[in-house]
């Protein structure tokens, strides 16, 4: 269970995540970029940022790449959230696949 203060630091990673790799998503055509979920550690040190990625198939290359850049990321986080947080914590980036999940129950389903 989540404390209210790890709900209001992810939903605030969450937003300028997204527009860090919405404007970074402008450099690499025909990819489509967004943080679905973010969940931070109860000492707010680790954050597990989930993906969405479209096309599905460049999914895995995608993370991997943001997942070496990683250290640039957080540091571009940094700048934009430097007055709100003390700490900026350790990104770690997911693919979130769950709508691929759901679209497989529902194909079971019918």
Do not use: C, W
């Not at 969405?52 to 790449?65: A, G, L």
């Amino acid at each position: 269970m989540e404390t209210t203060r790890q709900n209001k630091i992810a939903r605030l990673l969450q937003k300028e995540l997204s527009d860090i790799f919405l404007l970074q998503a402008k450099a690499i055509s025909g990819t489509l970029v967004s943080v679905s979920v973010v969940r931070i550690s109860p000492d707010l040190s680790i954050a597990r940022v989930y993906l969405s990625i479209f096309p599905p198939d460049k999914s895995e290359e995608m993370v991997k790449n943001i997942n070496e850049n990683t250290r640039s990321i957080r540091y571009e986080l940094g700048t934009r959230v430097r007055h709100q947080l003390r700490i900026i914590p350790e990104l770690k980036f997911f693919v979130d696949d769950s709508l691929d999940y759901l679209e497989k129950i529902d194909s079971l389903l019918k």
